[in-house]
């Protein structure tokens, strides 16, 4: 299953938390729960024992997650938690917030799936195709020609930024909500 994200904007996973009640308790009229914020455990394993604690009043309590908060859609839903997801909050919380929301396009334009590819290897994948926040195509090539082009300031002034841009972006990158990436 691959995970789409919508640009998921000002989401920050190290700030992700849930509420959890229990499908017993929903069934009989009661919402009674507790946000949990998942920062305050290291692993699913930890979080799974707070539940326990939380509703000890039932003995084979089935854990209804009622609502959560900057977690992606793909690595929660109503009764279950994505075995990576500790492991996913602690990879992407050492992305700056502005590579947060980049990581999450990457994802999606390269249909990789946050839930089963190595975590780590995705960050690593995504910052080598991560090339930076740019106005427009146009911006990134003017960087490109300045970067690794010697042109007298003469030349500059005739050269074509948006063609070379346009070339650029044919195959070798692409642009979206700000970010340029390189492609895989």
């Given at each position: 299953m691959v995970i789409k994200f919508e640009v998921m904007g000002n989401?920050?996973?190290?700030?992700?938390?849930?509420?959890?009640?229990?499908?017993?308790?929903?069934?009989?009229?009661?919402?009674?729960?507790?946000?949990?914020?998942?920062?305050?455990?290291?692993?699913?394993?930890?979080?799974?024992?707070?539940?326990?604690?939380?509703?000890?009043?039932?003995?084979d309590a089935e854990y209804m997650f009622q609502d959560y908060e900057n977690i992606p859609d793909g690595l929660i839903n109503e009764s279950w938690i994505s075995d990576n997801l500790f492991e996913v909050i602690e990879a992407v919380s050492e992305l700056g917030d502005d590579e947060q929301e980049a990581f999450y396009l990457w994802l999606d334009?390269?249909?990789?799936?946050?839930?089963?590819?190595?975590?780590?290897?995705?960050?690593?994948?995504?910052?080598?195709?991560?090339?930076?926040?740019?106005?427009d195509e146009e911006d990134y090539a003017y960087e490109v020609v300045e970067q690794c082009y010697d042109l007298p300031e003469f030349a500059k002034t005739y050269f074509d930024y948006e063609k070379f841009a346009r070339d650029l972006f044919i195959g070798d990158y692409w642009f979206s909500s700000g970010y340029v990436f390189r492609c895989s």
């Amino acid at each position: 299953m691959v995970i789409k994200f919508e640009v998921m904007g000002n989401v920050i996973l190290s700030e992700a938390r849930v509420y959890v009640g229990t499908y017993a308790k929903y069934n009989n009229g009661s919402i009674f729960g507790k946000w949990l914020d998942l920062s305050d455990y290291s692993n699913k394993e930890e979080f799974y024992d707070a539940c326990r604690e939380l509703h000890s009043d039932e003995p084979d309590a089935e854990y209804m997650f009622q609502d959560y908060e900057n977690i992606p859609d793909g690595l929660i839903n109503e009764s279950w938690i994505s075995d990576n997801l500790f492991e996913v909050i602690e990879a992407v919380s050492e992305l700056g917030d502005d590579e947060q929301e980049a990581f999450y396009l990457w994802l999606d334009n390269n249909s990789r799936d946050i839930d089963t590819d190595d975590i780590s290897g995705l960050i690593d994948s995504f910052r080598d195709d991560y090339q930076g926040t740019y106005k427009d195509e146009e911006d990134y090539a003017y960087e490109v020609v300045e970067q690794c082009y010697d042109l007298p300031e003469f030349a500059k002034t005739y050269f074509d930024y948006e063609k070379f841009a346009r070339d650029l972006f044919i195959g070798d990158y692409w642009f979206s909500s700000g970010y340029v990436f390189r492609c895989s």
